[in-house]
């Protein structure tokens, strides 16, 4: 929701990254408010995963031009983890297989060490354990999850839910959702989009990095953006989603180069 | 009576061989005589050697070891975290001697004691197959054990066993500069299960040498758990043989852990001498500083219908060195034979590095045999993931090694094992950062 007045959670000027040497970001800009709800589309090969991963400070990403800002901090001068300690969310597009971690003992390391950063108390696995089962509950996620190793043998759609888990156990100021819909199923859909909403509210905002518009439908967007060859080429409402679903990408591409 | 010995470290070696008791039985004499005949025909290995060539012994032969003492006081200080609670029948041997008050033999249906006491009772099924797994012929150290046999850790479970509860067989060190030779014999009837847990452990920083052989015969349909935990003392040397033969429809599924020891040595034989026979034998070495652990296993699919499988995981920091050999032989007629062999291995370090082989010679042709091989470090992907949950890289690496072991670990049926595990990886993974 867009709130007059509501202050500034991200703000990137002019991004632009290389990847094993290729030019991938060419300069992007964008601005999230506290409360606001961003949809990035656009083509296979855009940006759209690199700009999330980059923000969120993968190493295999060198920032070779501009800034960003997390709730007012330098956020490119400061490591991934800390990053996250500060709040900042990444819902993997494939998520990673961990063998040998159970998901329980994953799941509550992470939780203490946000809990941590912020001054508050750590649960035992006892106490996590409840937190955790009433957090599953909410995203109609089978407890048996929690003894499997971290989403080894886990479906697509289980591994995007296990990602939401974690946005709702670390309850993110500002959450990038990278490709969150891919391999869901019209009901996992809706399972995952009703966790998210549950979790946005006038404090923090959501990014959602999408290929399709039918998520939007659900989490329904403020801002949306269009990104194409590294750059943000169009911003418009939740309208602009519909108009890409029925016309494609095309059209906005060759209307950024007539302007 | 010893015939003269040609190399100096073996020569100190045999001097010191344990008397056998006034009235030796007459096969065990003759067969330590057989066994120090070889010890002293065969060379000892060297880099030279094609099943060494990984493996240097030059730093054990240039030590003069001295037998054991015998025990004065009170023994087994410093034994406590290696006793498993859940195993209520254990036989402790420290520095080469049973000790009666650490141990408990106790165990309805099941003979657990030691070689010595059971001689007169069971010679005739202890010459059965004392050396008749573990050959001797063309195996120096397993000539040199042989030749010491006096005592050891005796297991027979009979038909009816149903062995769910594991057995823990103990060999301790506390005397430095000495050389042990333990041996186990363990015997599963026709139908029975057993569960023996083996442990070999250094309760002092000094250098010493452990030279073991384990034998077990697993009868028709029986079935033998065994766990096999290797933590001596990080400057001790460690070599040892487990000679297993299966009848058919049998089953020895084992997990063998290497912690310890500046350099250790496994053996792992097993001989499927019959038709629907399956065996699973994982390991795990975790090593560091200049540790070298060296495993050379081999499965003889002698017959029909048999299975084997094999995860084989090696951790090496710092300078340390990992050595595989997983051979497998399937003989002419040993159809449909499925084994399946993986190497898996993680280097925390630059200076670290694995020898890695897998040997198949394969003489049936309606078989699947399937064996890979990885060596790698930590992968980006991962630790970043950890990271972006805000783990910090070092406890995101500690993190994914104790997961790399963890997957032996956890196949591991006893939970204290289990849990001193987890801790004995953490620990290691904490120390390479």
């Not at chain 1, 591994?159 to 100021?173: D, F, G, S, T, V």
């Amino acid at each position: 929701m867009i709130a007059s007045g509501a202050r500034v959670l991200l703000d990137v000027r002019n991004l632009s990254t290389k990847v094993a040497g290729v030019e991938i970001l060419k300069g992007v800009s964008l601005t999230v408010r506290a409360g606001e709800v961003h949809a990035i589309m656009g083509p296979n090969g855009s940006g759209k995963s690199t700009f999330a991963k980059a923000l969120a400070g993968h190493p295999a990403y060198e920032i070779t031009g501009g800034e960003a800002s997390f709730d007012g901090r330098n956020l490119l001068d400061i490591p991934a983890e800390e990053r996250a300690r500060a709040g900042l969310f990444l819902g993997f597009q494939y998520p990673v297989e961990i063998p040998g971690v159970a998901n329980a003992q994953f799941l509550r390391l992470a939780y203490n060490t946000v809990q941590g950063a912020r001054g508050k108390d750590e649960l035992d696995p006892l106490e996590f354990d409840d937190f955790v089962r009433g957090k599953m509950k909410l995203l109609e996620m089978d407890p048996a999850f929690l003894d499997r190793s971290v989403n080894e043998g886990f479906s697509g759609g289980e591994k995007k839910r296990n990602e939401i888990l974690q946005m709702a156990l670390l309850e993110p100021k500002l959450a990038f959702l990278d490709e969150t819909d891919s391999g869901l199923d019209i009901d996992a859909l809706r399972i995952v989009a009703n966790g998210v909403n549950r979790l946005i509210g006038p404090d923090n905002a959501v990014v959602l990095v999408t290929h399709y518009q039918r998520m939007l439908n659900y989490i329904v967007p403020d801002y949306v953006h269009v990104m194409e060859g590294g750059r943000i080429i169009k911003t418009g409402g939740k309208d602009l989603a519909l108009q890409l679903e029925s016309r494609g990408y095309d059209w906005v591409a060759k209307e950024a180069v007539a302007a | 009576m010893s015939a003269a010995a040609t190399h100096p470290w073996l020569e100190n070696l045999l001097a010191g061989r344990p008397e056998l008791p006034a009235q030796p039985q007459a096969w065990l004499s003759r067969l330590r005589a057989q066994a120090l005949e070889r010890a002293n025909s065969l060379t000892l290995p060297t880099l030279r050697d094609e099943d060494w060539r990984f493996t240097d012994l030059a730093p054990l032969y240039a030590l003069a070891l001295q037998p054991a003492a015998p025990a004065a006081g009170a023994v087994g200080m410093g034994l406590e975290p290696v006793i498993a609670p859940e195993a209520p029948a254990r036989v402790v041997f420290v520095d080469g001697q049973f000790v009666p008050a650490l141990s408990s033999t106790r165990l309805e249906g099941v003979t657990v004691t030691t070689l010595g006491a059971a001689l007169e009772a069971h010679g005739h099924l202890i010459e059965s197959h004392i050396a008749q797994h573990a050959a001797f012929r063309d195996d120096a150290f397993r000539a040199i054990n042989t030749a010491h046999l006096s005592d050891g850790a005796l297991v027979v479970a009979p038909g009816d066993a149903a062995g769910s509860t594991p057995i823990q067989l103990v060999f301790a060190t506390t005397q430095a500069g000495v050389a042990v030779q333990p041996r186990c014999l363990i015997v599963a009837a026709a139908g029975s299960e057993v569960t023996v847990l083996e442990d070999y452990v250094g309760l002092h920083g000094g250098v010493y040498c452990v030279n073991a052989v384990t034998e077990i015969a697993v009868g028709r349909n029986a079935h033998v758990r065994h766990i096999r935990r290797q933590q001596e003392s990080p400057a001790a040397f460690h070599i040892a043989t487990c000679a297993v033969r299966l009848e058919r429809d049998a089953s020895y599924k084992s997990v063998s852990v290497a912690v310890g020891a500046r350099l250790s040595r496994y053996n792992l034989n097993v001989l499927q001498a019959g038709e629907g026979i399956h065996c699973q034998i994982d390991g795990l070495a975790l090593l560091n500083e200049r540790q070298l652990a060296d495993t050379h296993s081999f499965v003889d699919h002698a017959r029909p219908h048999g299975t084997s499988r094999q995860l084989h995981k090696c951790v090496a920091g710092g300078h340390a060195h990992a050595v595989f050999n997983g051979r497998i032989l399937v003989r002419p007629g040993a159809q449909r034979t499925d084994s399946s062999q993986s190497s898996r291995n993680l280097l925390l370090s630059r200076r670290a590095h694995v020898d890695t082989k897998p040997q198949l010679e394969i003489f049936a042709d309606d078989v699947k045999c399937a064996h890979g091989a990885t060596v790698g470090q930590l992968e980006a992907e991962e630790l970043f993931y950890l990271q972006s949950r805000g783990m910090s890289e070092p406890a995101a690496r500690a993190l994914l090694t104790y997961g790399f072991a963890a997957e032996v670990v956890d196949r591991i049926p006893i939970r204290s094992v289990v849990d001193a595990l987890h801790r004995a990886v953490l620990k290691e993974t904490q120390a390479t950062l």
